[in-house]
């Protein structure tokens, strides 16, 4: 029932910055962990952040000092903060949640960086 909807996509030139916004319908304090992913043209789907239910963020190597994963949990909203971007950084970006029972994913909002 709960669902995620991801906002703030878009067209940017190089070395502009982005907000991705993924609210749930519900609580996201019942989730061990939250993350975004991003799958890029003939790639496979991968982990960009992620943040545990205790705060605990984790990024991947290339983003490391770009990108700020966040969350509000007054407002169930899970955001990552883009900066800096580069071409190569195009690509649909994916919110999910998950614990022991379901892994949700978002819609996708794509990401466009150009040169």
């Known amino acids: 029932q709960l669902q995620l909807v991801e906002s703030g996509g878009g067209l940017v030139q190089a070395g502009g910055s982005l907000r991705l916004s993924c609210a749930a319908s519900g609580s996201i304090l019942s989730f061990t962990a939250m993350g975004w992913y991003r799958q890029a043209p003939g790639k496979q789907r991968e982990l960009v952040a992620s943040i545990t239910r205790g705060g605990y963020t984790n990024y991947v190597d290339s983003v490391k000092g770009r990108f700020t994963i966040s969350r509000d949990n007054a407002k169930n909203t899970v955001y990552l903060q883009m900066n800096n971007l580069k071409p190569e950084h195009t690509a649909v970006y994916y919110c999910?949640?998950?614990?022991?029972?379901?892994?949700?994913w978002g819609q996708g909002t794509q990401v466009t960086v150009s040169s």
């Open positions: 999910n949640v998950y614990n022991d029972y379901v892994s949700l």
